[in-house]
């Protein structure tokens, strides 16, 4: 687990901050500022000081208030629920702050970027049809091969729906490549005959070489 490093509010002008004691973070670093945990990052560190760009309204916030460093670079959280969503510049979920705020945000306010039980149905959603286009291609008499021949899959592939046609990927491994590319043309032939389904074949790049 990454170390936090607590500091001190020395200066403010308006959206930067300067903050003591910050001599063990580093440049990029996510820091929460102030009472309200104001989302920042560091831009810049001269000895124990360290300038921070706050990316949220500064009113109110004063000398002697506190700075905490997640030791991490601000980044986003990727995941199912993350397409059709709109977000602000730090990924507050805009419909889960006009929720909790109404239609101008407060300082500090926090939601979370990805709706845990919207992710929780992708997941099984994907399970489920994982496991249902195994059986499929068992059945079509795709794992006929046996052998030096190695199948890994069928897994979603990372876009695993496009344009309205689900997408699925599997790796094929083997020792002797001609069985090999006999493998694929064998699964290419069967696949093709349900008239519906799209085979595309990649090579390893480093098999090139």
């Known amino acids: 687990m990454t170390e936090k490093l607590k500091g001190t509010i020395v200066s ?21 500022v102030g009472e309200g945990g104001l989302v920042g990052e560091i831009i810049e560190m001269t000895s124990q ?4 760009q706050v990316y949220e309204d500064t009113t109110g916030m004063r000398p002697g208030q506190g700075v905490l460093s997640l030791g991490r670079p601000l980044s986003v959280e990727l995941g199912p629920g993350l397409v059709g969503g709109v977000f602000d510049g730090i990924q507050r979920p805009l419909e889960a702050l006009a929720l909790s705020s109404g239609d101008f945000i407060s300082t500090g306010v926090k939601a979370a970027p990805l709706d845990v039980d919207t992710t929780r149905l992708v997941q099984a959603e994907q399970a489920n049809i994982a496991r249902r286009a195994a059986v499929c291609l068992q059945d079509m008499g795709v794992f006929f091969k046996e052998g030096d021949v190695q199948f890994l899959g069928p897994a979603p592939a990372p876009l695993h729906k496009l344009r309205g046609r689900y997408r699925y990927q599997m790796l094929l491994k083997a020792a002797d490549m001609e069985q090999l590319n006999q493998t694929v043309r064998d699964l290419v032939e069967t696949l093709a005959d349900t008239g519906s389904t799209q085979v595309i074949c990649d090579v390893e790049p480093m098999d090139m070489m």
């Open 49 to 52: 000081v360290a300038t921070i």
């Open 12 to 32: 403010i002008d308006g959206p930067v901050v300067k903050a003591s004691g910050m001599g063990m973070a580093s440049v990029a670093d996510q820091v929460e």
